[in-house]
């Protein structure tokens, strides 16, 4: 079992920052790779940025140049840094984590923070 706790968000004006982190716990040696998703009311979940156990990464283009991923060494925690943030931006982002058994994967996810920016 994987767990993912998030912390971070809130609200900021537009222009601002705000950071969020997440933190997997149980058998993390099967993550292999974590990232964040967002979502706004009446629309799908979508892919913020993701980063692979080999640190390739891949970001939505709405973010790119404004947010950067980042994860600790021991891969057990990933990080968005989120600058000059816009009202677009608004909305609940989730941790995710790959889980990888028998060659499947598995999707896990974090409960979700809320981010808001106000113009």
């Not at 989730?94 to 106000?118: E, P």
Request: one cysteine or more; a positive charge; aromatic letters at 8%.
């Amino acid at each position: 079992q994987v767990q993912l706790v998030e912390s971070g968000g809130g609200l900021v004006q537009a222009g601002g920052s705000l950071s969020l982190s997440c933190a997997a716990s149980g058998t993390i040696s099967s993550i292999n790779a974590m990232g964040w998703y967002r979502r706004t009311p009446g629309k799908q979940r979508e892919l913020v940025a993701i980063m692979t156990n080999s640190a390739n990464t891949n970001y939505a283009d709405s973010v790119k140049d404004r947010f950067t991923i980042s994860r600790d060494s021991a891969k057990s925690t990933v990080s968005l840094q989120m600058n000059t943030l816009k009202p677009e931006d608004t909305a609940v982002y989730y941790c995710y984590a790959r889980r990888r058994l028998y060659q499947i994967d598995y999707d896990i996810w974090g409960q979700g923070t809320q981010v808001t920016v106000s113009s």
